[in-house]
């Protein structure tokens, strides 16, 4: 299908949609046609958008004097609003909007969708690092804002901090009660926001952005596919690695990934709403930014090759061989020979990672859904492993910290 791209709409946004490799035939199997032209329409136009209740703090934040009021911002983030009695207005508007979540809002689903991504285990985090994340280099327009920052710039550590970054953000996301307004994944998510803004700010005013070409730097398009593709994709692919979820825990999932989404500063008519929906857009956000060019390649060379450096306390040399060979057969499984190559990725390693354990999950998924407490077992279990993780990630230097990749910007550490 050809359409002819508004005058108002980024040249980067296209007007053919893109083949999506395993979503694609899957999406067609659940009879999900490609975005028609008011969705396609709606996607470019959200290529304009930034965060505007953000975005007005920050450039209120600067007007008012970064150093007088950022320790306010910071404190209502660590304390709340109401802990802040000399609290400017456009602070307390602010934090009293987001405080306060909206009536569609259901805790019970929240706390049954953290535990979902807890007894997730490695595999959650394995899955989110090496499909979405990975794989998501070859959206070359969202690639354009990383490659202006420190994280873009900083060749084999740059993907790796940025992910160790990502999955701290996670795992405060999915602990218990951390979305609660006061919670730590709230609190993460919220100082995610603001970096956000920061980098907005920074980018935009670079005389190498082209906004017409590009859009905003961290618009509401490439926000949501991102969210989607760090809480969602990881239990849509996990189901084809043989993990079993029952309607209402993919619904929870989805109502959690719509939840952090709000609290990130994306709006409601860009956030999925229900199992169905959430893959429709992740299919539709897939045809329009699927783009691979040479910082496709620049990008995703050092991410994979970041296993090599990882921190294993015992045997560590062919520990990280066989890491780097498991986390490429999960890639080569979900983004398929072709797109591999496109990262400039080999795309000879056979899928035996996932092929190995398709059975074992299938096997634990029945034992979760039977054995009354088994799945609660499993969540406490699978944080664990994913806490312990990030000591293999980032090693004694704690290089993970949120935001650490860009604290040059605005202060935003």
Do not use: C
Not at 17 to 26: D, E, K, M, S, T
Not at 176 to 201: E, N, Q
Not at 214 to 226: S, Y
């Amino acid at each position: 299908m050809t359409r002819t791209r508004p005058s108002t709409i980024p040249t980067r946004h296209p007007v053919h949609p893109a083949a999506v490799p395993v979503l694609g035939p899957v999406a067609k199997l659940m009879r999900m046609r490609p975005p028609d032209d008011a969705e396609w329409t709606a996607m470019g136009e959200a290529l304009t958008i930034g965060d505007r209740p953000m975005d007005e703090l920050v450039e209120w934040m600067y007007t008012a004097g970064m150093g007088k009021v950022r320790p306010l911002f910071d404190r209502a983030l660590e304390h709340g609003i109401d802990n802040v009695p000399d609290a400017p207005e456009p602070l307390r508007a602010f934090f009293t909007q987001v405080e306060n979540p909206p009536a569609w809002v259901d805790w019970k689903r929240i706390e049954l969708g953290e535990r979902i991504f807890q007894a997730a285990g490695l595999d959650g985090i394995y899955l989110a690092r090496d499909v979405p994340f990975l794989g998501g280099f070859v959206a070359s327009g969202i690639n354009r804002t990383l490659l202006l920052t420190n994280t873009g710039k900083s060749g084999a550590t740059g993907g790796g901090q940025r992910f160790a970054e990502t999955m701290k953000w996670a795992l405060d996301v999915i602990s218990d009660g951390g979305m609660r307004p006061g919670g730590k994944g709230f609190r993460s998510t919220l100082h995610v926001r603001l970096i956000h803004t920061f980098v907005r700010r920074h980018v935009a005013k670079l005389p190498e952005w082209n906004a017409e070409e590009w859009g905003v730097p961290v618009n509401q398009t490439d926000m949501a596919v991102t969210m989607l593709g760090a809480l969602y994709a990881p239990a849509l692919t996990g189901m084809m690695m043989g993990n079993v979820f029952t309607p209402r825990e993919l619904d929870a999932i989805v109502h959690l990934t719509r939840y952090v989404g709000w609290v990130m500063g994306i709006e409601e008519r860009y956030l999925p709403n229900g199992f169905l929906d959430a893959t429709k857009q992740l299919y539709h956000y897939l045809s329009v930014l699927t783009a691979p060019d040479d910082s496709s390649m620049e990008l995703a060379r050092p991410m994979a090759e970041d296993p090599l450096t990882w921190h294993y306390s015992t045997l560590p040399a062919l520990r990280r061989r066989i890491a780097w060979a498991q986390h490429l057969s999960i890639s080569t499984a979900f983004l398929g020979r072709g797109r591999m190559r496109q990262l400039g990725l080999p795309g000879y390693m056979p899928p035996w990672y996932p092929v190995a354990k398709f059975p074992v999950n299938v096997a634990r998924s029945g034992v979760g859904m039977l054995v009354p407490g088994w799945r609660a077992r499993q969540a406490r279990a699978g944080l664990r492993a994913q806490q312990s993780f990030i000591k293999v990630l980032i090693g004694p230097k704690e290089q993970g910290t949120i935001g650490g990749s860009v604290n040059y910007i605005g202060h935003a550490a």
